[in-house]
């Protein structure tokens, strides 16, 4: 049993229905508010339906979904239940070898967006759900062997992890029983997935969304790595705009701000009007990606907005340049920043995390293949070796520390 925590004093919380209908669980419940448990556990004379009269209908619900936090401080997410609906998750339901039978590793966190809604995707159709105390690439094989584990939903750091193991730590186990894996969270990056589809097969799926918009296209297996870079096609019931600063549409394979339009869509952030009118456009939602669409209808992630980085005037998007870091050999993981710069405004820094150890000469060797694939403008004026690239528990890499290092000198 968890020990109560008590709600420290705060005025009353914003709503439209009386606190005497407002419960609170896990917690002591302020003056004038219920506790959920205490309406839970039947009463001695209470009759069958005594709840119906004191609970709030569908059209009351709500729930405050925070961010990661990456960009900024973290935001509550307001979503009204009593609109929502869940067209694209009975479109992804669909799409993906999702079965009765399906046996479903919980490999991200349950606090988190993706590790939570697919658990309940899975229980909701009777599926099994595999839950370990912590996740551990190393023992992840076998796992999947002794559990028959069917599928699971990664975020690109796990699955890269997954890819580094020995070959002769995965073939001792038998994994035939994996029917799918979903990549979330942060943009995949192509050779993770090149890697991935060798060891496991043509099992992998990559879904973008967010926790403002739910789920919002899908690319199936063999797509991301035929299209490097895409996210997939919408998912139905999603409707996209690819728009600039000025709130106009971009033409074909030309890169704007993603905004999104659904039945999922948060309604705005809590207590804080600024955001919420900073991401929402005549009547969609943005939470800052920047992206385009190619003639076939498949979308492509640029990078965050906040990310971008801007060099004598020339924008520059980090994230091609550590997709092409990431197919060097030698790079085991990575991330590029902007960081202040008295002469260009700001330049280029380059984290990596080697398989093996790094001597002087091997930062400009990764300049130099930078440079070997992409404007020269692209490359990275500084390359830093860290042990480990620092990411959120959601496993989406921390920006903001990187850029404070670099400034630390």
Not at 315 to 339: F, K, M, S, T
Request: charged letters at 25%; a negative charge.
């Amino acid at each position: 049993p968890q020990a109560e925590v008590a709600i420290e004093d705060r005025p009353p919380m914003a709503t439209s229905l009386p606190p005497e209908r407002c419960f609170v669980t896990g917690a002591v419940a302020p003056p004038g508010y219920g506790r959920y448990e205490d309406l839970a556990s039947p009463h001695p004379g209470d009759a069958p339906g005594d709840l119906d009269d004191v609970l709030p209908t569908a059209a009351h619900g709500g729930a405050l979904l925070y961010t990661s936090g990456t960009t900024g401080r973290s935001k509550g997410a307001h979503r009204d239940l009593g609109k929502t609906s869940l067209v694209a998750v009975a479109a992804l339901m669909a799409e993906l070898p999702l079965y009765r039978d399906d046996r479903h590793l919980v490999a991200c966190p349950l606090y988190h967006a993706a590790g939570q809604s697919f658990a309940q995707m899975v229980m909701g159709i009777g599926g099994c759900l595999i839950l370990p105390p912590r996740f551990d690439a190393a023992a992840l094989p076998s796992l999947i062997d002794r559990e028959r584990v069917t599928s699971s939903v990664l975020v690109p750091t796990m699955l890269a992890r997954l890819c580094e193991l020995p070959e002769d730590a995965v073939r001792a186990h038998d994994l035939s029983s994996l029917r799918w894996l979903l990549s979330v969270a942060a943009p995949l990056p192509t050779e993770v997935a090149r890697r991935t589809e060798a060891r496991f097969g043509e099992i992998l799926y990559n879904m973008y969304g967010a926790t403002e918009t739910g789920l919002v296209t899908l690319a199936r297996p063999g797509e991301h790595t035929a299209r490097p870079g895409t996210i997939g096609r919408r998912l139905f019931g999603n409707d996209i705009r690819v728009l600039d600063d000025r709130g106009t549409d971009m033409p074909i394979g030309t890169v704007g701000e993603l905004f999104v339009r659904n039945g999922t869509m948060v309604t705005g952030y809590h207590e804080d009007a600024g955001a919420t009118a900073a991401a929402q456009r005549a009547g969609y939602f943005t939470v800052g990606d920047m992206g385009y669409r190619d003639a076939d209808g498949f979308y492509y992630l640029a990078d965050r907005k906040s990310d971008m980085v801007i060099s004598a005037g020339v924008n520059i998007y980090p994230w091609e340049i550590e997709q092409r870091l990431h197919e060097h050999p030698r790079v085991a993981d990575c991330a590029v920043v902007g960081v202040p710069d008295a002469e260009w405004g700001e330049s280029l820094w380059a984290f990596v995390v080697t398989r093996d150890g790094a001597e002087p000469e091997l930062g400009e060797a990764l300049r130099a293949f930078v440079g070997g694939a992409l404007a020269d403008y692209k490359r990275p004026r500084r390359v830093v070796f860290l042990d480990s690239i620092p990411r959120s528990a959601t496993g989406k890499i921390d920006k903001r520390r990187l850029r404070e290092l670099a400034q630390a000198g």
